[in-house]
């Protein structure tokens, strides 16, 4: 049990460590944009959306590489290539001031993400497999604190760097690409913080994985009924659920900074907007997911989506204090569905959860990835207001789609 502890708590430091750096991102964004290298909605919202492409398309390969070896290799070498490239994406931009080449790494550090992901949730769930909502809901709410101590931290280095903190490190006090109000060397050493997770991740994880055995007669019957027994309906309904949540979260978190920039807020506020954002999803998940292990989670996701419309329709509205109780409201109603959903697939693929894993937050990132380039594309022809209206009507609908879902098999007892 000891070494199970272990494994969990490494995955879910790992998760940690990736997430803060992952939702740095349109923080930084945002920040470049104003005070270093000019960029659109568009163009802000094509990095980001493509940075999450990229990690979600290589997370079924992923997982199932992990299904077979256990993902000691994938998941430690995942997070330290996020860091790395992330890293040299707001060097370059820094120092070049060219969207372009601070585009490239930006986009292929989230491959380093897509690694970790399957890996994680494939051991998180294995932990205690009669708990495996709440567990899988604890380790997204691992990640969610990191996506929520992103934005704060970026925001705050970046409203507290200027030219006597730059002093102290020599010879870079010279260059004029580090001066007040474009110093982003904090942000870069950041990256020192991931190296106890990596170390953590390669001396927990396992170099092998034992596989699942199936049932005899199950195996036979499956063999005979070949592609009739694969829940077709089920996925496809689940897909349209995800592409339409997809808008809401992840998309429309990339231009919550953006949002607020534009209102005349500072880094720090509209960094700490964001972050209570992801952590009211964070504290949403364990406690959804609880509610998933023993009653119908078709339900639970539905009234969690239902009810997150509209606090997404008002936000734009709104500035001050209120702004962050939507922001709240938003994240984490929208945000309490995400391990029910990743459970559920895993369910419907039981042989090979790693892999499932892989596909479903593949897929979860991927239709989060469109949609924040829609949204940019979008909200620069008619305003980021009208685009978060918007996305609060298809957010409603996905929640009314849950509804169709298949139930789990059985319900855990309180």
């Known amino acids: 049990m000891r070494l199970k502890n272990r494994l969990f708590w490494a995955v879910g430091f790992g998760h940690l460590t990736n997430d803060i750096f992952a939702s ?8 470049l944009s104003a005070s270093i290298l000019p960029m659109s909605n568009t163009q802000i919202g094509l990095a980001v959306s ?40 707001i060097a370059l931009a820094a120092i070049t001031r060219q969207y ?37 809901a604890i380790f997204f709410m691992m990640g969610q604190i990191g996506l ?32 007040y109000q474009d110093n982003v060397l904090p942000i870069l050493l950041m990256a020192l913080i991931s190296l106890p997770g990596i170390f953590l991740m390669i001396t927990s994880i396992p170099a092998t994985r034992e596989q699942p055995r199936q049932d005899p007669a199950k195996a036979k019957t499956s063999d005979l009924n070949g592609a009739s027994n694969f829940p077709l309906m089920a996925f496809l309904i689940l897909g349209a659920m995800v592409i339409l949540r997809g808008l809401g979260q992840p998309g429309s978190v990339a231009f919550i900074p953006v949002l607020f920039e534009q209102k005349g807020w500072d880094p720090s506020a509209y960094g700490a907007i964001t972050s209570s954002f992801w952590i009211a999803s964070a504290i949403s998940g364990v406690a959804f997911g609880r509610l998933a292990d023993h009653y119908d989670r078709r339900k639970v996701m539905m009234w969690s989506m239902l009810a997150s419309a509209p606090a997404f329709f008002l936000l734009p509205a709104f500035d001050g204090a209120f702004a962050f109780v939507l922001a709240i409201a ?5 945000g309490g569905s995400h391990s029910i959903i990743v459970v559920l697939a895993q369910d419907l693929i039981p042989m090979r959860k790693g892999f499932a894993s892989g596909a479903i937050l593949g ?25 978060f209206q918007i996305v609060a009507f298809l957010i409603a609908a996905a929640g009314i789609l849950a ?6 098999h059985r319900a855990v007892e309180a």
Request: net charge neutral.
């Open 148 to 179: 929520a101590l992103g934005p704060t931290i970026a925001g705050v280095l970046l409203d507290t760097a200027n030219p006597n903190l730059i002093g102290r490190f020599g010879e870079l006090a010279s260059l004029p690409y580090f001066g």
């Open 24 to 31: 740095m991102g349109p923080v930084i964004l945002a920040f």
């Open 50 to 89: 493509l940075a999450q492409m990229a990690g979600a398309i290589t997370q079924p390969g992923f997982g199932w590489l992990a299904d077979k070896s256990g993902g000691r290799w994938i998941g430690s070498l995942g997070l330290a290539f996020h860091v790395a490239m992330f890293t040299l994406a």
């Open 330 to 334: 938003a994240g984490g109603l929208s």
């Open 100 to 136: 372009w080449l601070m585009f490239f790494p930006f986009v292929i550090a989230a491959v380093g993400s897509g690694a970790l992901h399957p890996v994680g949730s494939l051991h998180a769930a294995e932990a205690d497999k009669e708990r495996s909502g709440t567990n899988v």
């Open 363 to 387: 897929f979860i990132f991927g239709t989060g990835a469109i949609g924040s380039f829609i949204i940019g594309a979008v909200s620069d022809q008619i305003g980021l207001t009208t685009t």
């Open 403 to 408: 509804l169709f879902l298949p139930r789990q």
